[in-house]
């Protein structure tokens, strides 16, 4: 006889290994009125489970040639911020940054919105339920508890949540935060506060969230990391962060802060070094720990030989978001985009050969890159920054929001993202900011700006993405300590410190200046007119700024 996913098993030892079945289903009706009788509970079922559940119960899943499951996310294929709202209520209110980013739901429309969400839950003859960790230090990890009906949610945060052990699980107790995910039911539009049948709503007092009317499964992932945005700051004074994270044989770390698209994943995945992480991090009094338990990375024009780690993350246990495979020989075509651009894949970090496990380093990091992707083709590809410097453009946020990772965005735009992940944001940037000044400060670490965007031109005038080779030899030059020894030269308007040369890197390309098609005259246009774009939007935070961290934006 096949044991049910919910049966009760024991450890050697005699100790109950996971929660039994009743007690899960007793918990989930006391919290939320899921009735056990109508409703099959499959509580942190194996991978191959989850896979025959999509298989069967889920139109389009399939299995692609390397072994990962492929799903589609419906109608939207990227994140919805627009539709994101934050509870009203008394105990978060007075810190929470309110505004575009943060709008507000009253206490009367979340708790519309939740009861929407769970009547929708008791429609479905299974739900899945995944309890795991965020967090990789003990210390300050968060229990958080997934409740879906898809099983490629499920699938999907099991990889992106830190895996408990079977004694773990037995212990886990009551959730910190819990996700329900109804996102196949939209939201009523007519209800307070929605604006589209979208709605994806994160209570701090009650600690939960409620997504409806989208199946994307970056809304969980980013969710998590909006809690963690705002209890680490609030709770243990840490600093939560949008950046990838590895670590060398004599323990320097690197932080690379960055919006999706400018290659946080890729350049973390560095076969020379020790992946900690490849998008959310906490820099603690003692060192910095990943929050996830595994990877998201895009996937359009994924190949063996740009990027060997991610793509031979791609197997047994990995989730392919809306990808487009043979249907014969079940290849998938990394290079078409017919259903997103913003292609996806989810797999436990440990996929990656060279990943630090536990995901957690005791070292403070040496280096800070800041990401960009700039379409317009003006800002260098590597500059040295000054501390004042670091604030100004950690506050910008500068990048070309890339197609696809949002709803709506189909080509590059300039953009401007506070902390590199406004969206994520629950206090004001300037918090942030200045903990990371501090923080640098205290453990003195190299401040640089790689610009992972185009050269030569902008992108509508032909310009070319820099290679990615280029990208990894200046990555190298500054993690050997070369490129601290080069020759600079400060580039006008931004007054950024420029390397004249960098190792296995043509001169020509690391001033812009060198490498433009147009004319001069051009491309100084081109670069007062973003300078321009970073004096205004700058302007919603002088009065909070420190004078020198305003004195460190353009010259114009």
Not at 40 to 57: F, R
Not at 87 to 113: A, F, M, Q, R, T
């Amino acid at each position: 006889m096949v044991p049910s996913v919910n049966q009760t098993r024991l450890h050697p030892s005699g100790v109950e290994a996971i929660p039994s079945h009743t007690e899960i289903e007793e918990e989930l009706y006391e919290t939320a009125h899921i009735d056990y009788n109508k409703v099959t509970i499959s509580h942190n079922p194996p991978v191959a489970v989850l896979y025959e559940d999509a298989l069967v119960y889920e139109s389009g899943s399939a299995i692609t040639s390397t072994g990962a499951l492929f799903a589609t996310s419906g109608s939207k294929t990227g994140r919805s911020p627009k539709d994101k709202r934050v509870v009203d209520e008394p105990s978060s209110v007075e810190h929470v940054w309110w505004g575009p980013v943060n709008k507000k739901l009253s206490e009367n429309s979340w708790l519309i919105n939740r009861e929407r969400a769970i009547d929708y839950l008791n429609t479905r003859s299974r739900i899945y339920v995944i309890d795991a960790f965020a967090g990789w230090d003990p210390k300050y990890r968060l229990k958080v508890r997934i409740v879906c009906a898809r099983a490629y949610h499920a699938l999907f945060m099991r990889n992106m949540l830190i895996r408990p052990t079977e004694q773990e699980l037995a212990e886990f107790g009551k959730p910190d935060f819990v996700i329900y995910n109804a996102g196949a039911f939209p939201a009523n539009r007519f209800t307070d506060g929605m604006t589209s049948s979208t709605s994806v709503d994160i209570n701090f007092k009650d600690m939960e969230m409620v997504i409806l009317g989208t199946e994307y499964a970056g809304e969980m992932k980013k969710g998590i990391f909006t809690v963690m945005f705002f209890l680490q700051p609030i709770k243990y004074n840490n600093l939560t962060l949008h950046s990838s994270a590895n670590q060398d044989k004599n323990d320097n770390v690197t932080l690379f802060f960055g919006l999706s698209g400018t290659g946080k994943t890729t350049l973390s995945a560095d076969p020379n070094r020790y992946l900690i992480g490849d998008d959310e991090h906490v820099w603690t009094d003692t060192g910095v720990f990943n929050i996830e338990g595994g990877c998201y990375a895009k996937c359009v024009g994924l190949s063996a030989e740009k990027e060997p780690d991610i793509f031979n993350a791609v197997k047994f246990g990995s989730v392919l978001e809306n990808v487009v495979f043979d249907s014969q020989s079940r290849i998938v075509d990394y290079d078409d985009v017919t259903l997103t651009e913003n292609t996806r894949c989810s797999y436990p970090i440990e996929y990656i050969p060279n990943a630090l496990i536990p995901c957690v380093t005791p070292h403070h990091p040496n280096n800070i890159i800041l990401l960009t992707c700039d379409a317009r083709g003006v800002i260098p590809p590597i500059s040295k920054l000054t501390n004042e410097q670091v604030m100004y453009h950690f506050i910008s946020g500068y990048t070309s929001k890339m197609a696809g990772t949002e709803e709506g965005v189909t080509e590059p735009e300039a953009t401007f993202s506070s902390c590199f992940g406004q969206p994520f944001l629950v206090l004001h940037p300037m918090k942030y900011a200045k903990m990371l000044s501090d923080k640098m400060t205290e453990h003195k670490a190299n401040a640089w700006l790689l610009n992972t965007g185009w050269v030569g031109a902008s992108v509508a005038k032909g310009g070319k993405r820099c290679p990615l080779k280029y990208t990894r030899a200046i990555l190298d030059a500054i993690h050997s300590g070369e490129l601290a020894k080069v020759e600079y030269e400060t580039f006008p308007v931004f007054n950024l410190s420029v390397p004249k040369t960098a190792p296995g890197v043509p001169t020509e390309l690391l001033n812009p200046k060198n490498s433009w098609t147009g004319s001069s005259d051009e491309f100084d246009d081109e670069v007062k007119k973003l300078g321009a774009l970073f004096t205004e939007n700058f302007t919603k935070y002088e009065s909070e700024a420190l004078p020198e961290v305003k004195a460190a934006g353009p010259a114009l």
